[in-house]
């Protein structure tokens, strides 16, 4: 499987949203590669920040300020 596939399956598969082949190719892939590895820790380490902090909310006029 190729990298451009992998990780845009990433997401999906952090969740083990996958189908049980597909979750095994990424997981065979992962392991070899050291590129999508780090994009999948990286996208772990974001997830675990949104829940330890929760939602944050925009400060208000945010909208207003960049339209």
Request: glycine share 6%; with cysteine.
């Amino acid at each position: 499987m190729q990298c451009t596939k992998v990780r845009d399956l990433l997401p999906d598969y952090s969740v083990q949203l996958l189908d049980a082949r597909t979750q095994q190719e990424v997981a065979g892939h992962l392991a070899l590669c050291a590129d999508c590895s780090h994009e999948l820790k990286l996208m772990d380490d974001v997830m675990l920040l949104v829940a330890d902090h929760g939602a944050l909310e925009p400060p208000p006029g945010l909208f207003n300020g960049v339209r």
